[in-house]
């Protein structure tokens, strides 16, 4: 007998011809996650299995949060032949509850002598016997004891739910601008949990933003690349274009025709990534470069199409998801943005195309854009 993970996956992902496909690459993002604890990971009759961890507790919290893992559940394994052994372990199971149960039984293996009515009185009546303090309820029980008859016979109570969605690199790539904000680093958490491999770019802007702020967002970035399964970094120089934005263009403007020159450099690395999007944390009205006109006007420097996970959130919302991702704490930390700089007193809420392109014509863009690219830095986490 032995303490054995056993992982589940979203069955709606599995239908069809990608069904090998999708768990292959499930099964690698399993190990990948248990590399620190060590273990073995296989599959088996369309389930993954994981055990010999050094650490079981360390093992759980990380699988939870492996991307296309819907729940798992710490079971005993143990051979189906002794059903004198499994009545025991439902036994040890149940040994420090008191309420109501219900045996579940399974069988895949249809040639197994009892059907699984008769493996939930046997037990059902086992447990009665052995623990007074437990009754059965059919309808409602407090705990639901599964029995699992497979190759091998699988005890356990309490599935563990996890966090769902499809394995990275199973939905393409796409590239997220990643600010030291609280939006983005879920926007780009929420496009991966769909599978979608992810990189990243941040536009920085020193002297005027520092040090410490780059450090945040790479702190953000390590935070995320154990859910993103690694995770790369182009950090983008922006003062040169802010700088001439600000000299050069209407005050009203600048935010926006900013907003452009991003989306600009940000297609450019979404190009070498092979990214076939771009992901912001964008939210309907929450600043004046989020009001329906301005992303109209943001989009339409964009080749790629950009997607916004966060469209329809309230900040607090958004909040609670950056808490649970655990980006939170380090996103709150205090240091500038190069949004935060330069922000004009009265931006647009509603730009108008003809002023941001009589704006951006007194600037050389190939220029601007070719410059800041030659002195990205590309950091791998
Ligand atoms: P966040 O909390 O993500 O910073 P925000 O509410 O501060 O969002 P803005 O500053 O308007 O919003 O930025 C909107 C989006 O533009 C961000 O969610 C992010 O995707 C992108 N962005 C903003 N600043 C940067 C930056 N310095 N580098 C990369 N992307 C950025
Ligand atoms: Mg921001």
């Not at 069809?16 to 990971?41: C, D, H, I, S, T």
């Not at 016997?129 to 059919?138: E, F, T």
């Not at 690349?225 to 600000?246: A, D, K, N, Y």
């Not at 958004?318 to 943005?337: C, H, M, N, Q, V």
Request: glycine residues 6%; proline residues 6%; hydrophobic residues 40%.
């Amino acid at each position: 007998m032995r303490e054995v993970l056993q992982v589940r996956f979203s069955e709606i992902y599995l239908k069809g011809l990608n069904r090998p496909y999708f768990l292959r690459m499930l099964v690698e993002r399993v190990k990948q996650a248990m590399q620190p604890v060590n273990g073995r990971v296989w599959l088996n009759d369309s389930r993954v299995y994981v055990s010999d961890a050094t650490d079981v507790d360390e093992a759980v919290r990380r699988i939870s949060k492996v991307f296309g893992v819907h729940s798992l559940c710490r079971s005993v394994e143990m051979p189906k032949n002794d059903f004198q052994a499994i009545q025991d372990a439902a036994v040890a199971l149940l040994h420090d509850e008191n309420g109501t149960f219900k045996v579940q039984a399974r069988r895949s293996d249809k040639r197994y002598p009892m059907d699984s009515p008769a493996i939930n009185a046997e037990i059902g009546h086992y447990v009665l016997s052995q623990l007074p303090q437990m009754k059965v309820d059919v309808h409602d029980p407090q705990i639901l004891l599964n029995v699992e008859i497979r190759d091998q016979a699988y005890l356990y109570t309490k599935p563990i739910p996890a966090v769902g969605g499809m394995p990275v690199g199973t939905n393409g790539r796409a590239t997220f601008l990643l600010s030291g904000g609280i939006d983005s680093p879920v926007a780009g958490w929420m496009v991966a949990k769909r599978g979608v491999t992810m990189s990243a770019v941040h536009f920085q802007s020193p002297p005027y933003t520092s040090e410490r702020a780059r450090d945040k967002v790479l702190k953000l970035g390590s935070i995320l690349s154990e859910s993103l399964c690694g995770l790369r970094i182009h950090l983008v120089p922006f003062t040169e274009i802010q700088m001439q934005i600000h000299e050069k263009c209407h005050p009203d403007y600048t935010t926006i025709i900013m907003r452009r020159y991003m989306m600009r450099l940000a297609n450019k690395v979404a190009y070498a990534e092979r990214a076939q999007a771009l992901v912001t944390g964008e939210s309907i009205g929450q600043v004046a470069s989020q009001t329906m006109q301005s992303l109209l006007c943001t989009d339409a420097a964009a080749d790629l199409p950009v997607f916004r996970p966060l469209i329809g959130f309230d900040k607090q919302e958004i909040i609670e998801r950056a808490i649970k991702i655990g980006t939170f704490e380090t996103s709150s930390l205090p240091f500038e943005d190069c949004c935060t700089i330069f922000t004009p007193r009265h931006p647009a809420t509603k730009p108008k195309m003809d002023i941001i392109l009589e704006g951006e014509s007194m600037l050389d863009t190939d220029a601007l854009v070719a410059q800041a690219m030659a002195g990205e830095e590309i950091v791998e986490l």
